[in-house]
């Protein structure tokens, strides 16, 4: 089976905000967007709307290199959303930078998608063979023709049998001239809140996004709902019934930035600093320092510390001014990134101990030249390596850019193996069961990077997820 066939473009972890009822809708969707940046840096667009008709820009590259006041003054109006796209082998073209637009018969609606749908090689095809002509290799715009096509019904009502017709993970923000839309998956995957600003409604992948516009965190959108935000003020539809709940735990891991509240009111930092906690409970080694490798390592690092006693330490400093190295689009640059974004502090490493704590180790390439650089650069005299997460061995379906079963380390090796790959002197992963421990109400996550327990079924029986990917 070739995965290229069944999943165009398989990568589509994003950053969403949307705004309802704000003269300035536009400008406060590219601050939103901007705190949203780590969620995506391939490319970003806004959409506006003024009551009678859409506006709007879009690029490849960061928030503040694509937008200046001259582009946010072509987006008038008190609806907007925004997008921002994350990197993906293979898929940095233009027409894949959301929002999404199109006209159809009852007139036009965008939309902004977080998330990766499944089985959409089924929808396609059907929807080819009905005629539909795709501009993108998203999977997004599936839902954009299933709106467009539908027979009949008022924008509301086609919207929601559109995505009910949809599978997989989706926070999605849909804006007609009149209004704003926010829908979550019946699973709850990504993250989706809804904020309050003045008398504007304001809805973001991450309360990040709220802080900085200066906007309160009310809920998050509910698994399975639908909410109208217009003239009326907000109107609140379940469109899915009740499915266990599956929030992506990776989220907490390494996604979201740590002075979020995601799910329902959890704060990221506060999470991932137990995790270094109860790494500490469970991966004691007799060491000088704790250093993380920053940012994603620093709250797990911190947590580590104070459980151990053991001083925490900035033993390599990154340059902030290099993207995140496992989006860079080739393996050759992804490889050199490690260099060039990390280097060690010689002072503080030189004849040390030291614990070096990660939130994850996907291909492991990233580790090995870490351990080698704290090593050889910092002159460190033995190096312990701390995950703050299980073993990664399942490939992710909703979102989170993990790459292939086969691509993943800790898949295929024995964590003795992946020590001696690296070459640290001991290597320990958080277990399955501290990283329940912390998270509250575990059970109603997807771990399925870390157990293989994957919540959504495809709908072809005969198609076992994970042998898509051998
Ligand atoms: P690797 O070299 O493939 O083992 O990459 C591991 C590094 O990638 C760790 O430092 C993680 O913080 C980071 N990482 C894990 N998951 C992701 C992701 N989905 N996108 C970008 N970076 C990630």
Redesign the pocket.
């Known amino acids: 089976m070739n995965k290229k066939i069944l999943f165009p473009d398989i990568h589509e972890?994003c950053g969403i905000f949307g705004i309802f009822g704000h003269p300035e809708a536009a400008n406060l969707t590219y601050l939103g967007l901007y705190a949203l940046q780590h969620r995506g840096q391939e490319g970003a667009g806004i959409c506006s709307a003024d009551g009678t008709k859409l506006y709007i820009e879009k690029s490849l590259g960061l928030v503040a290199e694509i937008f200046n006041e001259k582009k946010l003054k072509k987006l008038p109006g008190h609806i907007a959303i925004g997008h921002n796209r994350y990197s993906t082998t293979g898929s940095s073209t233009i027409e894949n930078v959301q929002p999404l637009m199109a006209t159809y018969s009852l007139g036009s609606l965008a939309i902004a998608h977080n998330g990766n749908l499944i089985d959409i090689d089924i929808l396609k095809s059907k929807l080819e063979k009905d005629g539909a002509i795709f501009q993108s290799t998203s999977d997004s715009e599936i839902i954009l023709h299933l709106i467009a096509r539908a027979k009949s019904g008022e924008p509301i009502e086609r919207i929601a049998n559109a995505v009910r017709q949809v599978s997989g993970a989706f926070s999605l923000l849909i804006m007609t001239e009149k209004e704003l839309i926010a829908i979550r998956d019946p699973y709850g995957i990504r993250p989706l809140a809804l904020g309050k600003i003045a008398d504007a409604y304001v809805v973001a992948s991450e309360t990040c996004a709220f802080d900085l516009i200066g906007a309160t965190y009310i809920r998050d959108i509910n698994p399975g709902e639908m909410l109208i935000i217009n003239e009326n003020g907000l109107n609140s539809i379940k469109i899915f019934n009740s499915v266990k709940r599956a929030h992506c735990v990776f989220e907490f891991i390494?996604?979201a930035r740590p002075d979020s509240y995601i799910f329902d009111h959890v704060c990221v930092n506060t999470i991932r600093k137990e995790l270094g906690r109860q790494l500490a409970r469970e991966h004691q080694v007799p060491a000088d320092i704790v250093i993380p490798?920053p940012d994603?390592g620093v709250p797990a690092a911190l947590g580590y510390a104070e459980e151990s006693g053991i001083p925490f330490e900035f033993g390599l400093i990154r340059n902030h001014y290099v993207g995140?190295?496992?989006?860079e689009p080739k393996q050759s640059i992804r490889h050199f990134g490690v260099k060039v974004k990390l280097n060690p502090v010689r002072e503080a490493l030189q004849d040390k101990r030291v614990v070096v704590i990660?939130?994850?180790?996907?291909?492991?390439?990233?580790?090995k030249k870490i351990v080698k650089m704290i090593r050889e650069l910092g002159g460190a005299k033995e190096v312990h390596l701390r995950i703050s997460s299980p073993p990664t061995i399942g490939p992710c379906f909703y979102g989170?850019?993990?790459p292939t079963r086969q691509e993943l380390i800790a898949s295929s090796h024995r964590i003795e193996e992946i020590r001696k790959y690296t070459t640290a002197d001991s290597l320990g992963y958080l277990s399955i069961e501290g990283l329940k421990r912390i998270i509250p109400n575990s059970h109603l996550y997807c771990m399925a990077c870390f157990n293989c327990k994957y919540p959504i079924e495809f709908q072809s029986k005969k198609i076992n997820q994970l042998e898509l990917f051998e």
């Open positions: 972890e390494y996604f490798v994603s995140r190295t496992f989006i990660d939130d994850s180790i996907v291909r492991g390439t990233t580790s989170i850019d993990t």
